[in-house]
């Protein structure tokens, strides 16, 4: 059965991918939520996580990204209950799923209540943001994206403060497999002038064989269309600058172009996979902004020019190895 259940996650990348693994493995799901003024802004990332010894633990990991603190709430693996065919899990009292959350944590309580979201593009052949690497089986690194934008409803308490995030926006990811990428970049926001516009792109070292190449992923979502530049689609990066200050990136397709100017901020530190156990740190801010402009290569028009707040940012591990 566990491998019916793992055959099947292949092509719905958003449940859970670890049945029968007993060992270095790790999976976990990114809810970042931001309430409708930007003033509160988290990422609450649940996951089970498995070193090389066949050690467990299930995990809520909860960054307050406009206070730039962390807390990672570490529970029993027996406690983690997902769900097969379908994303729905538990740890303990904390419920995690597609269109809701229930938190029961010291700090934070409360339910939030997703709608309208917006998932990658899925197919046969290209199963989510993967492509046709999520038939590979010996990928360091899966990552899958469970909505690019989508709106939000509910209250949570945290620290004895209600919160309403009636009106706020949301987005959803995932990462399964063993460890984080050697060197990464990874960026998003979904808070443009306007409203149902949200950017996400990451790059990484991504290793094959004896050997290793630089991955890349962005989407554009702009007017209902998911417009998708992968190192799978003919997508080439032309420039990666990174410094303490920003991340410029370029990349384009046959049909368009893509310029980012991230503007970086003072990130948090967060606990990160290392050989499936959640012994590494990543550091990522919440308070960036990115200068999006996007170009129709065909027409020659420039479709878009925004500023994306609230935006979330990690530069991670050997990053000189990522500039071009």
Excluded at 1 to 19: C, D, S, T
Excluded at 126 to 134: A, C, L, Q, T, V
Excluded at 185 to 212: D, E, G, T
Aim: glycine share 8%; charged share 20%.
């Amino acid at each position: 059965m566990n491998q019916l259940y793992r055959l099947h996650a292949i092509w719905n990348p958003h449940v859970y991918h670890g049945w029968g693994r007993t060992k270095r493995f790790f999976e976990g799901w990114y809810y970042k939520i931001v309430s409708k003024d930007q003033n509160n802004a988290f990422a609450i990332i649940p996951g089970i996580a498995m070193d090389e010894n066949g050690n467990k633990q299930s995990f809520v990991q909860v960054l307050d990204g406009k206070n730039l603190k962390a807390v990672y709430h570490k529970f029993d693996a027996d406690i983690f209950k997902p769900t097969p065919k379908k994303h729905s899990l538990s740890i303990g009292k904390n419920f995690f799923s597609y269109d809701n959350i229930i938190l029961d944590l010291p700090n934070l309580k409360g339910q939030l209540d997703f709608k309208n979201q917006t998932p990658w593009s899925n197919s046969f052949f290209s199963p989510g943001i993967m492509g046709p690497y999520s038939f590979i089986p010996f990928m360091e690194c899966y990552h899958g994206i469970l909505s690019m934008n989508h709106s939000i409803s509910g209250t949570i308490n945290h620290n004895g403060n209600d919160i309403s995030f009636d009106g706020g926006k949301g987005y959803m990811e995932k990462d399964w497999g063993h460890s984080f990428p050697k060197a990464y970049i990874w960026m998003q926001s979904n808070h443009f002038s306007n409203p149902n516009i949200s950017i996400k792109c990451s790059m990484a070292i991504i290793p094959w064989l004896k050997s290793s190449f630089i991955g890349h992923i962005a989407g554009v979502l702009i007017k209902d269309k998911l417009i998708e530049f992968t190192t799978y689609n003919g997508t080439r990066v032309n420039l990666c600058i990174i410094t303490k200050t920003n991340v410029i990136i370029e990349m384009e397709n046959s049909s368009y172009k893509l310029n980012m100017i991230a503007h970086r901020e003072k990130a948090t530190s967060l606990a990160a996979p290392i050989s499936g156990f959640m012994s590494g740190r990543i550091d990522e801010s919440m308070k960036a902004k990115i200068q999006v402009k996007l170009y129709n290569k065909k027409s020659k028009k420039l479709i878009l020019d925004d500023l994306g707040e609230s935006a979330g940012i990690e530069v991670a591990g050997e990053y000189n190895l990522l500039i071009k």
